[in-house]
C-alpha cells in the first residue's frame, strides 16, 4: 500500500530530505535558501509527488509556484541577505534585514485594514467587510495553508509577523456581527486556507450559522486551495468524511455551500487525487468554483487558461474570477501588463463554450473595489483602456464603464490615470453624475 496520502510537510528547515532534491543545481539551492528567508516557503508530499514535473523543474510551473527562485527577489534584497548568511550573521542582524525588505514589499496590499469593522467599541480583527453583501471571516485557526504559493498576498500573515493577522477567535464575535447587519447574505471564510482546520473547530463556526436567526445568510463559501495542493483533504484524512457531512448540512439546511477553490494551472487538475476529491466534493451538493491570478511564468498563455476553463467544467467546477497578481511579494517576478493579461483573457474566453464563460476578469481588488479590464480600444483617437467595478466599496459605482489612459506598461490600478484629460475618476469626483 503506499503512503502518499500521509502528510509530509517541507519548509526551509527540512527542504533537504525531499528526495527529488538532488536535481536542483546548486544555483537553484541557493535561491530557496536567500529568498526562503523572506518570503515563507512551505511545501507537501502531494505537491513533490503528483504536481511538479521533475524532468523540466527549469521551466516546471507547478516548481515555479513552490519554490523560491532567485528572479523572485529584487538584487539589491538577495545579495544584501546572501551576504548575511554567507558571513553567518546572527539571527537579530538577520531578522532585522528581513524584517526590512518585508515592509518593502507591501506586506499589506488594497488597504485591507480599511474594511475592519467596529462593534461596540471593539474592532473585529477577523473580519473584513467591504462590500454590504459579503463578509470577509478570517478563524485564526484558519491562517495557514497546505501549501505556500510563491506569489501570495497573505505571506505577511504566515511568517511570523503577529501584528499584522487578522484573527478572530471567537465565532460568538461573528454572530453578534451578523445579527446587527442584515443585509449580508454571505459569509466567505478565508484564511490562509480554512481547510486547514480540523472539521471539529470548522463546524463550530459554521453550526452557528445555520440557526434559524441567521435566515439573512444564503451562501457558506470556503475559499481553499486543498482541493489543488491537499486533496486528501476531502477523500482520507481522517476527518474528511465529517467534513464532506458538514458540506451536507449546510445544504440540507437550504443554504449554499460553496467551495471557492484555487487553481493555478492544468496540472492540478489531472490527478486521480483532484477528480475523487471534486467528486465527494459534488456528490454534497456543494458548488465548486474556481479562481486564480493571472501569472507570468505560470499561466500566461490563452491556452492554459482554456484548458483549464475547460476541465473545469468537465468536472463539473464552475469558472469564477481571473485575478490580476497583487502588488505585494515576489509580485516583480509574477506581473503581466493590464494590456497582457486581457489578452489572455479575451484569446482565452473566445475559444470556449457559454458554460466556461460565466468566469470574470482580469480583476483587481484594490482599495475602490474590484476592477474588470474590460478591454484597449481607441475612443475619439485616444487610447484607452475600458475598465469597470465588479464590486465598489461604494455599490452605486459597480458596472458604470470608465476609461483610464492606456499605459503599456501599467500593472495596477493605481498606476493609470484617468482618460481625456480628466484630473480624477468618475468614482473620485464629489459630485457623482447623474449616471450614478
Ligand atoms: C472579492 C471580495 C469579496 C467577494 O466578492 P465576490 O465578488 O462576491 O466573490 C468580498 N470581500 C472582499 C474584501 C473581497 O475582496
Ligand atoms: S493558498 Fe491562497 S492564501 Fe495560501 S499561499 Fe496560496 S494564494 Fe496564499
Redesign the pocket.
Known sequence: MTMSNKLKTYTLHNYKTIPQISLLSDEMIEAIEVVGHVLPFKTNNYVIDKLIDWSQIETDPMFTLTFPRKEMLQKRHYNAVKKLLDRGADQAALGKKIEEIRMELNPNPAGQEH?VPEMDGIKLKGI?H??P????FFPSQGQTCHAYCSFCFRWPQFGGMPDMKFAMNEADLLARYLLKNEKVT?V?FTGGDPLTMSTRILSSYINVLLQPEFKNIHSIRIGTKALSYWPYRFTTDKDSDELLKLFEKVVKAGKNMAIQAHFNHPAELKTDEVMQAIKKIRATGAQIRTQSPVLKNINDKPEIWAEMWRKQVDLGCIP??MFVARDTGSKRYFELPLDKCWNVFRRAYRQVSGLCRTVRGPSM?CEPG?VQVLGVQEVQGEKVYVLRF??GRDPKWVDVPFFAKYDPKATWFDQLEPAFGKERFFFEEDEQSDLI
Do not use: A
Open positions: 474594511n473584513q467591504k462590500y453583501e459579503t463578509i470577509l454571505d466567505l469564477y474570477y481588488s474590484k465588479l464590486q
